[in-house]
């Protein structure tokens, strides 16, 4: 299995969210949202994303209004980046201070995009990929999202809402986690983080 972050990009420009998949998917798994209220639809589905590109200027819902309403969802927040066309100090820090994780103005650079990204994602607690492959039981697909939030600290019954997993289902999967990583109890996925 290839493990690789997810990224949300939401905006609603259909030309943006092309440019974005092209430039991203090389590197990670890409989902697209062409509005705020898909993205909050598509996080309150149980979807994960390690990270959200999130446009300003968008009609209905706009982007700060968007990540106040991710804020507002239980579950692990994923950091937020704002892509837009919106320039100016006052819209960046109006942006920082609700919560953003970053800054980006268009047009971009994909070099600086890939940059950013990999430094906001090298920034948390995160599973090493590397350790991973060289498993001599590779993590299913299942496993591996188990073991991402194991390394976010979550419980059983947080894992099993998250997943919207029965808790009998989450138990087993935590154990065949544990014992494909030859630990001895959760805490220790700590071996497992870069």
Known sequence: MIYKDHILVVDDDLTLLEQAEQILSENYIVSLANSGEQAIKYLKSGQEADLILLDILMPNM???????????????????????????????????DIGAAD???????????????????NTRDRLDYDKLRALPFPLTESEYKVAKLLARSYSNEEIAEDMHYALDTVKKLVSRVLE???????KEIKLYLR
Do not use: H
């Open 103 to 121: 800054y980006i103005t268009k047009p971009f650079s994909p070099q600086v995009l890939l940059a950013r990204l990999k430094a906001r994602l």
């Open 62 to 96: 706009d982007g700060y209004q968007t990540l106040k309403a991710i804020q507002k969802l239980e579950g692990w927040m994923p950091p937020v980046i704002f892509l837009t066309s919106v320039c100016g100090i006052d819209s960046e820090i109006k942006g920082l």
């Open 180 to 186: 494909k990583l030859d630990i001895k109890n959760r």
